[in-house]
């Protein structure tokens, strides 16, 4: 199969969608990989890294495009659409759900999109191929959010560790998934007083068994959200509903009795967001100032740790890569997980998650 790797066209995303080791593996199975030039220079790799593991360089968009699988990292941008192609596969992050003219241009295309973020696995790993990036992004939530704390980023001034005889700065976190787990890791690491609130009280039970009581849990009623927002330095949003739009947890009214200069970041953002004042931002120009709170929302943010990610992310996502490269669609009636991820094929939104953000798409 004829395999196309595109340089990311969204703001300052230097991850790239196959490294060369990915490139190798897929060339030692026979398939023909075209890379667009400087695809991987972001994140460390050259072309002639490429062209070593097997890979045709291609210098235009159009010629990368042109083949049969094409593997991404963000979803296309409105000057992609143009190369979308029926029967074309389509596997990168899409995130349908807070974009309704990408999904329009997928359905009248004829594309086969399928979605990192709903390949979903029964058992501990549900989501494996978004799990390394939530990890990822939860762990520089607390790192950016530590950064625009200071003053002459705009923050409070607030030293998320304290010192001796000053109390640590308050790290709040919205949802105690993966990205909220990793959030929390770096926050206690860090040495800040660290609250998270879910609504699953096995997760909550199963973080107490992770950090004892280092970390407050709560349970996440708007009573609770209520009066830890008010408090927080650092307000981390990681709810995750698959598929869907995340709700919203924290209204303007919530956000205008924060300490003025505390510090939203919103991972949840490529899923619409969970604070009602915050819309997504980009790493050229990652915050702005609402009701005196710094907001942060950018939807790509392991794009700033590009050589870590982009590994993490093949490491999960080579195995999908290999199997529709080598069976094509039909690899989608083996493999059930990677069946939940298809988002849109023949001309249909077709998972029903996405479905029900936008009924008036399904035919």
Not at 263 to 279: F, P, R, S
Not at 297 to 303: E, Q, T
Request: one cysteine or more.
């Amino acid at each position: 199969m004829e395999i196309g790797v595109p340089k990311e066209t969204k703001d300052q995303e230097f991850r790239v969608g196959l490294s060369p080791a990915s490139v190798r593996v897929l060339k030692e199975n026979g398939h023909s990989i075209f890379v667009q030039t400087q695809a991987g220079s972001g994140a460390g790799f050259t072309d002639d890294d490429y062209r070593s593991s097997g890979a045709e360089i291609v210098s235009t968009v159009e010629a990368v495009w042109n083949r049969e699988l094409v593997v991404k990292v963000k979803e296309p941008l409105a000057s992609e659409y143009q190369f979308l192609q029926k029967e074309q596969i389509l596997f990168t992050y899409l995130h349908l759900a807070a974009d309704r003219k990408l999904t329009e241009h997928l359905i009248d295309s004829g594309i086969c999109a399928i979605a990192y973020e709903t390949v979903e696995h029964p058992g501990a790993n549900r989501l494996p191929l978004l799990t390394p990036m939530s990890i990822i992004a939860g762990r520089l939530a607390v790192q950016f959010g530590a950064r625009y704390l200071e003053r002459q980023q705009g923050g409070r001034g607030v030293l998320l560790g304290g010192v001796p005889g000053v109390k640590p700065g308050k790290v709040v976190i919205l949802g105690g998934g993966v990205v909220g787990t990793e959030a929390a890791r770096i926050a206690v690491g860090m040495g800040a007083s660290v609250q998270i609130l879910d609504v699953n009280v096995e997760r909550l039970s199963y973080l107490e068994t992770l950090f004892g009581s280092r970390v407050e849990l709560l349970y996440s009623s708007s009573a609770h959200i209520e009066a830890a927002v008010k408090e927080a330095d650092l307000l981390v949003g990681a709810v995750l509903v698959l598929g869907r739009r995340a709700p919203i947890l924290v209204p303007r009214e919530l956000v205008k009795q924060m300490h003025p200069g505390s510090v939203i970041v919103d991972v949840a953002v490529d899923q619409g967001g969970c604070v009602e004042t915050l819309h997504p931002t980009s790493h050229t120009n990652p915050v702005y100032i609402e009701e005196g709170v710094v907001h942060y929302g950018v939807p790509n943010m392991p794009g700033a740790v590009p050589w870590t990610a982009t590994q993490a992310l093949n490491n999960s996502t080579l195995p999908y890569v290999v199997q529709l490269a080598n069976q094509g669609l039909k690899a989608l009636e083996v493999n059930q997980p990677l069946a939940k991820g298809v988002n849109v094929q023949n001309h249909r939104l077709v998972h029903p998650a996405v479905q029900e953000v936008f009924p008036d798409l399904v035919s």
